[in-house]
């Protein structure tokens, strides 16, 4: 059973340009959430979505940050016009049910900003 | 919104000895509590979890105790070794499902 999966594992952008991450969550878990770490910090959360509804997204930026999770395929946190600031890893985390049920994390996408 | 304090943010022991880590929740409706232990590098990986229908839940060296009236939860780790040194985040949930994590304690062990 394969746990949740993020690609990629490093992306390079330069200052404007857009960044993609994605993520699978683990068989049979729809719900996904997308945390933000900066070096030295804590997790931050940013978005917690099910299949096709954005659930919680009271953590995203409201500007350049959106996140979707489609019937098909996995989840996308996309960041436009990336600024330096936007340096950090991005984890997601899916679980089974909602509610207090145990969150499993992929093993991040480390953005760094030019 | 929830807060979750975290202390100490960094713990050296020597190996055998116990590490106590302990964090403080400000959302009385806050019901589910877990640990995470994350090396570096790594992803943050759930070493221990807590409900508040109980007070203490214990996994080998690993002890998890939880105050509800104090809103304070606490890591016990007991007899570590040097593997044990990672970075350890405690979190409670708020609103539907979200977690709120503290800002991680540095557990450094000695040989």
């Known amino acids: 059973n394969a746990g949740v999966m993020q690609n990629p594992r490093h992306l390079v952008r330069r200052r404007g340009q857009e960044a993609r991450l994605r993520c699978s969550p683990m068989k049979g878990h729809s719900h996904v959430y997308w945390y933000r770490q900066l070096p030295e910090e804590g997790l931050k959360f940013m978005v917690y979505?099910?299949?096709?509804?954005?659930?919680?997204e009271s953590g995203m930026p409201k500007e350049r940050f959106s996140a979707e999770f489609p019937k098909e395929g996995p989840s996308i946190l996309r960041i436009q016009q990336v600024v330096r600031g936007d340096s950090a890893a991005y984890f997601c985390?899916?679980?089974?049910?909602?509610?207090?049920?145990?969150?499993?994390f992929g093993p991040g996408t480390r953005l760094t900003v030019l | 919104g929830e807060n979750v304090e975290q202390h100490p943010s960094t713990l050296s022991v020597q190996e055998g000895d116990s590490a106590v880590i302990k964090c403080t929740y400000s959302d009385s409706a806050s019901n589910y509590f877990p640990w995470y232990k994350q090396e570096l590098g790594k992803r943050p990986q759930l070493i221990i979890d807590?409900?508040?229908?109980?007070g203490e839940k214990k996994d080998q060296r690993i002890a998890v105790t939880l105050n509800k009236t104090a809103k304070h939860f606490s890591l016990h780790i007991t007899e570590t070794q040097p593997e044990d040194s990672a970075v350890y985040f405690c979190?409670?949930?708020?609103?539907?499902?979200?977690?709120?994590f503290g800002k991680g304690t540095m557990l450094l062990v000695s040989p």
């Open positions: 985390a899916s679980s089974h049910e909602a509610g207090g049920w145990e969150q499993f």
């Open positions: 807590i409900r508040s229908n109980v």
């Open positions: 979505l099910q299949k096709e509804n954005i659930i919680d």
């Open positions: 979190a409670a949930n708020s609103g539907y499902s979200t977690l709120t």
